[in-house]
């Protein structure tokens, strides 16, 4: 807790910054990943999986959410969590893993529009999504979510904004997903 209330105030523990951005750097996890200096930090973290979140708007208290902004999570010992895991296949599970996204917005009406694209981050396969749907509170949003999927640990980086904002972010959240290291 002491780390987030530092960052709030400004101080970068992180890395070496550039004008505009801080960089975060998780050794144990191998995450390096630029932000918005003007963004808040905050990580969460249980048995099943490790939480980073990069927002606009401030989260203090578990009911606080977040408009604009990207999460990192990170879970652990997928093939126990997900039934969709297939340790020896991970395109497979990168392919079902953004599927699943997919299906439960149909399942619940929400999905607008939807596109995927295989790239690479940071020599490393990923799939990146673009979703845009109705949210559970009734607004339209977009999002790009990365999934990734190394040594039984899924990566999902979901960023989003609303859907008439997401142009105004494409641009930052491809820059950082180009300069980000999430293994």
């Given at each position: ?63 606080d959410i977040y408009k604009t902004g990207f999460c990192i999570m990170r879970i ?56 845009s749907f109705i949210n559970d509170f009734g607004e339209e949003e977009t999002e ?7 040594n039984n640990t899924l990566l999902s980086l979901i960023m989003e904004a609303p ?21």
């Amino acid at each position: 807790m002491a780390v987030v209330l530092l960052l709030f105030s400004g101080i970068n523990l992180f890395g070496q910054d550039e004008p505009g951005f801080r960089t975060f750097v998780n050794e144990e996890y191998n995450i390096k990943i630029n932000y918005p200096a003007n963004w808040y930090y905050k990580e969460e973290h249980n048995e099943v999986l490790n939480a980073f979140y990069f927002t606009k708007e401030l989260i203090v208290k578990e009911t606080d959410i977040y408009k604009t902004g990207f999460c990192i999570m990170r879970i652990k010992n997928a093939d126990k969590n997900y039934r969709y895991v297939l340790k020896d296949d991970p395109d497979a599970t990168r392919r079902m893993f953004a599927e699943m996204t997919r299906q439960v917005l149909i399942k619940k009406n929400q999905l607008i529009h939807d596109k995927y694209e295989a790239i690479r981050v940071a020599g490393k396969d990923a799939i990146l999504c673009e979703f845009s749907f109705i949210n559970d509170f009734g607004e339209e949003e977009t999002e790009f979510e990365l999934v990734m999927f190394e040594n039984n640990t899924l990566l999902s980086l979901i960023m989003e904004a609303p859907v008439n904002e997401f142009d105004n972010y494409r641009g930052l959240y491809r820059r950082i997903i180009s300069e980000a290291v999430l293994f």
